[in-house]
């Protein structure tokens, strides 16, 4: 298991969380195969695949510590308690639930909750989020909305989710993101469909490469 210290700083080292959707509990198993695979020592499984905790029991134990791993549209503190027993060791949510944090805190794990605005940003804060997630970004301004948020709180590590792409993601980092959160971007559930994990593979490593080169480009920052 890992220390909620250990967690957050891979998910600040490696900068991006890839968050598996999928039709089926086989579909979101093999993506997050195919995840690991492709170098990422990440992933976060969202409460929308069907039989959600029973896919994050396989992934630990089928990976162990080889895989942080998350899980996604947490709504409540039952389902949150649920996942932590489960084997996750960061919680994410795309909105904030004060009590959901306060089971993760109790657990010793990290909790990425969502916000949108300013005042949700800090009252996820003063809760006690260990990042928060900025959703959804894309439709009001992306990395500039990052940006401007980064301006009051510079303190506070943004995970944006939501108009993550390959793109965009360099922007996301170059605007003070700690990292980005993408989902159906990275894990292409047609290739999924049809057994064409190298795509999720292929697709892993550009998105850690976009990352690094965002952080290494001169200038900006």
């Known amino acids: 298991s890992w220390s909620k210290e250990r967690s957050l700083a891979l998910i600040r080292e490696v900068g991006l969380v890839p968050i598996v959707r999928a039709p089926s509990p086989e579909d979101a198993l093999r993506a997050a195969e195919a995840i690991i695979e492709g170098g990422i020592g990440i992933a976060e499984i969202t409460m929308t695949v069907p039989n959600a905790i029973r896919v994050m029991e396989r992934v630990v134990e089928k990976f162990g510590d080889k895989v942080l791993l998350g899980a996604g549209t947490i709504l409540d503190s039952e389902t949150c308690r649920a996942a932590l027993l489960a084997g996750a060791e960061f919680i994410v949510t795309p909105a904030l639930d004060v009590r959901v944090i306060e089971v993760a805190r109790r657990y010793s794990k990290a909790c990425i909750p969502g916000a949108l605005t300013p005042t949700e940003v800090l009252a996820a804060w003063q809760a006690g989020a260990d990042m928060v997630k ?8 992306g990395p500039k909305y990052i940006k401007a948020l980064k301006g009051p709180f ?22 003070g993101a700690a990292a980005v959160a993408v989902g159906g971007e990275l894990v292409d559930v047609k290739a999924l469909r049809e057994g064409n994990l190298d795509i999720i593979t292929a697709n892993a490593r550009k998105y850690v490469e976009a990352v690094r080169a965002a952080r290494t480009a001169p200038g900006e920052r």
Not at 134 to 141: D, E, M, N, R
Not at 161 to 172: A, C, D, I, K, M
Request: glycine residues 14%.
């Open 134 to 141: 900025i959703f959804p970004c894309g439709p009001v301004g």
């Open 154 to 175: 510079p303190q506070i590590d943004f995970v944006p989710t939501g108009g993550v792409n390959l793109e965009t993601t360099p922007e996301f980092i170059k605007a």
